[in-house]
């Protein structure tokens, strides 16, 4: 982490700043006279398990508004579409004291005559990732004004449970170590609703949703609340950055094949790859470079046929090695798994609830006694919709692609929050996004997500007085180490944004923070031992990333470090007008 952060400075000197942007401030929704929805249900289903769940709502208008604001949210996640068309998803990752919901204006998307609502609900269960709080499953729609609750979650929305979805967890060779985020996902397109989101869908057998709690939106946002150790009620806020950028992105190439010959067209959308019947066929993909990805598969034909698709950064030698990215003579792939098993049908579109992360992407069919065409295969790109504003000119041609790889892996580890791994992790850790912020801050100006992360930290800290080393997490882990890396955090912010009102907020969590570590001070004057995990680095012989003394007392580099801490506080409250603290 010391040299990480040392590295961090010394690209804010190299680079040319991006002119800041001003952060966009969004004040909480208030939905004066609209009725209160209530969150719904499946009626029968578990509340808590794994479950994948499509809502409808059809309702009419004799013309099209020029405006028709909805809020919406759901537990774990949610797409909601328009007659057919994807217009948000959600909700904006947070815990349970502060959850979020999206408002979505409708009017671009509505008809005159039958309109419909759909919305798919899952519930990743006991696979569901780390980062992800959950009280149950749920789905919840409100109209911003009375005219406009006529589509208000309720009884008249119906609602399946797809049983064709079901979790492959990820374990052993495929997790590559810890593994923290969703799971893979088996799909059985014979059980699937196909044309659910369609107005003219009949949804034959569908029940009437289960309805429970009024929606009450927050009038403001709490921040200094710790949701920690109460898994109470929804309590509900408004987005704070913007939706995510979703792109179509093709692979480059087919590295590999066994079975069959191949073409690339299909990999351009622009022909099929026809698999015959009874055969069994293996691809290795290659995008070319590491991206963030939903997979979308599209096939015809092939009942009783699987397709699977196994997602990693690099293969693997005999002896557990990636080496050279490039390579893949005598490597093999392992990683996430998604299974789908086509039902015959026509222009069937199977996508996956979550991004995948991959270089790699291995296709393996076997068909049984029909072929199976695949009239498409790529990724929608999925990430925080940074814009790159800076700029960065050498005489030396190789720094042209050290500038355009970091900038990819800074941008694949931001989304809804940072991200310290998109493919094993995608956990926000304070050591890891104060680094993140910075580069942030100088190559696009954009503050929203490092607000965000600020917030969080404060949220997380316990009633000792530390900040949680990552957050949103559902499985509390404590670094005290970084709850001062998120003290020079706060710093930051306050060097590059003139928003002292903001900064001022945080003051007391800062205060908490230092007093846990003073109370700590041995006689010597340095800090004794530290409980929890005091992490400093992942240096040679350091076990698990300790410093000497960080757990037995007096340790040079955990010292140095509140004292950094100290330093940056002390200029925050004399800045701020309290100078007695300082």
């Not at 709690?213 to 949701?227: H, L, M, N």
């Not at 026809?274 to 092939?302: C, K």
């Not at 609830?353 to 049984?368: A, D, I, K, M, S």
């Not at 949220?459 to 949680?468: F, H, K, N, V």
Request: aromatic share 12%; net charge negative; charged share 20%.
């Amino acid at each position: 982490m010391r040299h990480a952060l040392l590295a961090a400075a010394s690209l804010s000197l190299l680079i040319c700043a991006a002119t800041p942007a001003s952060a966009q401030r969004r004040t909480p929704t208030v939905f004066d006279g609209a009725p209160a929805a209530p969150w719904i249900s499946h009626p029968e289903a578990p509340a808590e398990g794994f479950g994948v769940f499509h809502f409808r709502r059809v309702f009419e208008l004799e013309a099209v508004p020029a405006r028709f604001v909805v809020h919406v949210s759901a537990d774990n996640r949610y797409r909601l579409l328009v007659n057919g068309e994807q217009v948000s998803s959600g909700p904006q990752r947070s815990d349970l004291m502060h959850w979020r919901y999206e408002t979505v204006d409708l009017a671009p998307h509505l008809k005159a005559g039958p309109n419909v609502l759909a919305a798919l609900v899952w519930n990743w269960g006991a696979e569901r990732p780390v980062a992800q709080f959950s009280r149950q499953t749920a789905f919840l729609l409100q109209g911003d004004s009375p005219s406009e609750a006529v589509v208000n979650t309720g009884s008249e929305w119906k609602v399946l449970r797809n049983d064709g979805y079901a979790p492959i967890p990820v374990r052993g060779p495929a997790a590559g170590g810890y593994y923290a985020s969703p799971p893979g996902e088996a799909i059985d397109g014979s059980r699937h609703p196909w044309g659910w989101e369609e107005v003219d869908f009949a949804a034959t057998g569908w029940l009437a949703a289960a309805a429970g709690e009024g929606f009450r939106a927050s009038r403001t946002q709490p921040r200094a609340s710790s949701p920690l150790g109460g898994a109470g009620n929804w309590q509900l806020v408004p987005r704070s950055i913007p939706p995510m950028e979703e792109a179509p992105v093709r692979f480059a190439s087919v590295r590999r094949a066994e079975g069959l010959e191949p073409g690339d067209a299909f990999l351009r959308g622009e022909g099929d790859l026809v698999i015959p019947a009874r055969t069994r066929a293996v691809l290795l993909l290659d995008h070319a470079h590491l991206t963030n990805a939903f997979a979308v598969l599209e096939t015809s034909g092939g009942a009783g046929s699987s397709v699977a698709l196994v997602y990693a950064e690099a293969l693997k030698d005999a002896e557990g090695k990636k080496g050279n990215r490039n390579e893949i003579e005598g490597k093999t792939i392992f990683g996430v798994r998604d299974e789908f098993r086509p039902d015959g049908g026509e222009r069937r579109r199977f996508q996956t609830l979550w991004f995948r992360t991959y270089r790699y992407v291995q296709l393996e069919v076997e068909t049984n006694d029909e072929p199976l065409r695949i009239h498409d295969l790529h990724g929608i790109f999925h990430a925080y919709p940074f814009e790159l504003l800076a700029r960065f000119a050498s005489d030396l041609p190789w720094l042209e692609d050290m500038w355009e790889i970091n900038w990819r892996g800074a941008r694949l580890c931001a989304w809804e929050t940072y991200v310290d791994t998109p493919y094993y992790e995608q956990l926000q850790y304070v050591g890891d996004t104060r680094i993140q912020a910075l580069i942030t801050f100088y190559m696009s100006g954009d503050d929203r997500l490092v607000r965000q992360a600020i917030e969080h930290f404060d949220l997380s800290r316990i009633p000792e007085g530390i900040t949680a080393s990552r957050y949103p997490s559902d499985l509390g882990q404590y670094i005290p180490t970084f709850s001062l890396v998120w003290v020079a955090m706060v710093h930051d912010y306050w060097m590059h944004r003139d928003d002292p009102d903001y900064v001022r907020g945080f003051l007391p969590g800062i205060r908490g923070v230092l007093a846990w570590f003073e109370g700590r001070i041995d006689e010597n004057g340095m800090l004794g031992p530290i409980p929890w995990w005091p992490f400093m680095d992942w240096a040679e012989g350091w076990p698990a990333g300790v410093s000497p003394g960080g757990r037995e007392g007096h340790s040079t580099a955990i010292t140095l470090l509140y004292v950094y801490a100290l330093e940056r506080a002390a200029e925050l409250e004399s800045a701020l007008g309290m100078t007695e603290y300082a």
